[in-house]
């Protein structure tokens, strides 16, 4: 009986070892984006500085999905992500009328989608708190949507290199289910291409304020 039951104890260790090294998160929030220089080149080149409106709350909403691995077995402390932002900007009136007035449409409200690795930090769990922060490099691929007396742009486009940066606190109900409050920053660089073969570029910064729930294996 010793031997099987020597091999019980052994799988179930294992198991204990193995458990919550994965983290799949969900969230939604409010999120805001600064003014941004935005210039065209070619047909009907400009330049302006474009203010921007989030309406998160509006469809489709601001939300995000994360997978993160922590390295227990050897530094159970750190961890590697893999985030996908699904934040949007919409021009707003005043750049409208003081700017474009001549445009009809200039937002990415199917996203400036944010897909970054992050390497992640955690720290001691006090009283079911865990705070964590990260940092990382990824794409910015946005849905651009300009209609102007040139041409109309409405596709996906990659737009080039974005930086995320997150700090907040996960909330543990149990060890496999936490809730998380979280800041969280988004710098998304974007060298689009319009219908008509213009150019525009603009660099985007996006800050939200998120929650979200997480389930750990």
């Avoid at 707003?92 to 992050?118: C, H, K, M, Q």
């Avoid at 390497?119 to 102007?148: C, D």
């Amino acid at each position: 009986m010793r031997r099987p039951l020597l091999t019980v104890a052994l799988l179930l260790s294992s198991s204990s070892l193995a458990a919550a090294e994965f983290q799949f998160s969900a969230y939604g929030g409010w999120q805001t984006a600064p003014h941004s220089l935005v210039e065209i080149t070619g047909i009907g080149a400009e330049s302006f500085t474009a203010g921007w409106q989030g309406k998160s709350f509006q469809t489709p909403p601001y939300w995000g999905l994360r997978g993160t691995y922590w390295f227990d077995r050897w530094a159970p402390q750190w961890g590697v992500s893999i985030d996908f932002t699904h934040a949007k900007v919409y021009a707003d009136p005043e750049t409208f009328a003081n700017d474009i007035p001549d445009w009809s449409r200039f937002e990415f409200s199917d996203g400036i989608n944010i897909l970054t690795v992050n390497a992640m930090r955690r720290f001691q769990r006090w009283n079911g708190f865990e705070p964590y922060l990260g940092a990382g490099v990824g794409l910015s691929i946005p849905h651009v949507e300009v209609t102007r007396p040139e041409g109309t742009t409405f596709n996906y486009q990659v737009g080039g290199a974005a930086f995320q940066a997150q700090i907040g606190a996960n909330y543990y109900f149990t060890d496999w289910l936490s809730v998380f409050g979280e800041y969280q920053f988004n710098y998304a660089m974007n060298d689009l291409t319009l219908s008509e073969g213009a150019k525009l570029k603009t660099n985007i910064i996006t800050n939200a304020v998120v929650g979200g729930v997480s389930v750990h294996f």
